[in-house]
Nanobody
């Protein structure tokens, strides 16, 4: 059974930084794309960032491009999201996700491309 556990969320002032981690168990992430999504109160879950299974290509939402960086450490079975220059509008619960199929890059910028999700970690950015 695949389990994803996010950590690293918290309260930070605007302009600050946070680093989120997502530890996977039940499978090695080496062969799987990984993604980060977020959901603010009253809003739909939205794509934030994704990284292909090879680590060779990453994707970002326009709203976070240049501020957030996704990375993966296959040896630690963990994916990270470094968030810099945070803004109040980044406030949300952040989720990591992974698809069921190995080597898939189909729809990895869409929630529909993922079958396994973590429980989320709250990020709050104060103005």
């Amino acid at each position: 059974q695949v389990q994803l556990v996010e950590s690293g969320g918290g309260l930070v002032q605007a302009g600050g930084s946070l680093s989120l981690s997502c530890a996977a168990s039940g499978r090695t992430i080496r062969s799987y794309a990984m993604g980060w999504f977020r959901q603010a109160p009253g809003k739909e879950r939205e794509f934030v960032a994704a990284i292909e299974w090879s680590g060779g290509r990453s994707y970002y939402a326009d709203s976070v491009k240049g501020r957030f960086t996704i990375s993966r450490d296959n040896a630690r079975n963990t994916v990270y999201l470094q968030m810099n220059s945070l803004k109040p509008e980044d406030t949300a619960v952040y989720y990591c996700a992974t698809p069921q199929r190995a080597y898939s890059v189909v729809r990895i910028t869409s929630a529909g491309g993922y079958e396994y999700w973590g429980q989320g970690t709250q990020v709050t950015v104060s103005s």
